[in-house]
């Protein structure tokens, strides 16, 4: 259920890279052996970059074409360039020569169409268009093959400046160009999209990639790994030495309740206009604690909440907690089956919601409580005491599964005190 962030604007970073000469003339040998192109040889390692990344097997990178493929164009004066969006579908099983062999024959495919306008393809296809992205791909690959043009004037000495517009038109461009016995490379990037320390993170993996293939064109796709020794043994050791003490006998509704007692006059909640102190959120979700608790709700029992971002959504996963059981987010964006299985999938008989929301809850023995009535929070504001162990359940929440039915991950309630001192951690020590 990953959805993609939109971009908000067409501001762009690069950073500048090169291919070392050993490993550029093992490419050469790659697409010499194989009968292809430097640049279906990129291409190749790109889609497999884009693929471990993604986790997709269908992959879409689009590439200029400069679209003279006639003699009597190649004199003429003006604009002949056109887009190819170059498909291909990735196999682990197949070994990376086996793979580059799809690769020039999608490419082959591709020129042998160049003409064939990129907007009719578009026009055509009739997706689904977000001004926020481009169609059909996020990725633009260039290899210029151009040659550099070398003034000389006496006394004078001439330099290529890279002219940086700051502009990004796709979420990443890549650029290749062949130098002597190099490869010069630049990475362009949409800086809505992504942070200058993922980017070069991006190329280090790429480079990997390349390096692997350039030793050894029979590897696995699936057997090409991104990371290095030194990275691996960061991911693996460094960032797992993560060993603290944290209170594995206490709920979160516990460490929730001595927070209200240090600070009850402190602010817990904002949401736009409205805000909430720590005693005032205690004191609602008390009252609506009582109220589901009056249903019999037990320890481990599955509460559900639909609301949309609200100070409600907080108020009522505290009484879902507090009451004993454990809450099951909802979206209400949610498909009405994707919410009926989910419901049914959980055994959950009760659901907090408000408004129109209500409608998308179908059964008959389900009870729904609607937020916005006040009879909810007329019952007592005093804490209910001790209703759950650390070793109950929290909460529950659903992710898409490898069958196409969303599985349900469950959450202990030491396990969320455990997350939650992580993040206090976390922002003590963005604060130094």
């Known amino acids: 259920d990953y959805k993609r962030p939109k971009v908000k604007d067409f501001k762009g970073r690069s950073i500048n890279f090169v291919l070392d000469k050993e490993t550029t003339e093992k490419l050469r040998k790659i697409a010499k052996e194989t009968g292809s192109t430097m640049y279906m040889v990129l291409l190749a390692n790109i889609n497999i970059l884009l693929s471990k990344y993604s986790g997709q097997e269908d992959i879409v990178v689009g590439s ?35 793979y580059l062999k799809t690769v020039r024959n999608k490419a082959i495919k591709a020129y042998e169409n160049q003409d064939y306008q990129f907007e009719e393809i578009v026009d055509k296809i009739d997706i689904d268009r977000d001004l926020g992205r481009n169609p059909l791909f996020d990725v633009m690959f260039v290899l210029q093959n151009m040659e550099e043009a070398k003034v000389e004037i006496n006394d004078l000495i001439f330099r290529t400046y890279n002219t940086n517009d700051n502009v990004e038109k796709f979420d990443i461009t890549i650029t290749a160009e062949e130098r002597e016995e190099e490869i ?17 993170r991006m190329k280090k993996h790429l480079l990997n990639i390349i390096e692997e293939i350039g030793q050894n064109a029979e590897t696995k796709i699936k057997d090409i790994e991104l990371i290095d020794e030194e990275e691996k043994h960061k991911l693996l050791i460094e960032f797992n030495d993560t060993k603290v003490a944290y209170p594995r006998d206490k709920t979160i509704t516990e460490l929730f309740e001595e927070q209200v007692e240090r600070t009850p006059k402190n602010t817990a909640v904002v949401f736009k206009d409205e805000k909430l102190t720590y005693k005032e959120l205690n004191e609602k979700a008390n009252s609506l604690a009582r109220v589901i608790a009056q249903k019999g709700i037990c320890q481990d029992d599955i509460v559900g909440i639909m609301l949309e971002n609200s100070i409600d959504l907080i ?10 059981g454990a809450y099951l987010p909802i979206d209400p964006e949610y498909p009405g089956d994707r919410i009926e299985y989910m419901l049914e999938n959980s055994k959950t008989n009760i659901v907090l919601t ?4 209500k409608e998308k809850i ?22 209910l005491g001790k209703t759950s162990k650390a070793n109950n359940l929290a909460y529950v929440i659903y992710t898409s599964g490898t069958t196409g039915k969303p599985k349900g991950v469950m959450m202990e309630h030491k396990g969320l005190v455990n997350l939650s001192l992580w993040h206090n951690r976390r922002s003590e020590e963005r604060r130094v």
């Open 354 to 357: 408000k408004g129109k929301l």
């Open 64 to 98: 200029p074409i400069a679209g003279r493929n006639h003699a009597d164009l190649e004199n003429l004066i003006g604009m002949f360039v056109n887009t190819l969006a170059i498909r291909s579908t990735l196999n682990d099983e197949l070994s990376f020569r086996d």
């Open 184 to 200: 010069y490379f630049n990475l362009s990037y949409a800086t809505s999209l992504y942070k200058h320390e993922t980017i070069e």
């Open 315 to 324: 108020v009522g996963i505290m009484a879902i907690l507090k009451a004993g």
């Open 362 to 383: 179908t059964g008959d023995k389900r009870e729904i409580y609607d937020l916005d009535n006040e009879e909810l929070y007329k019952e007592s504001k005093s804490n």
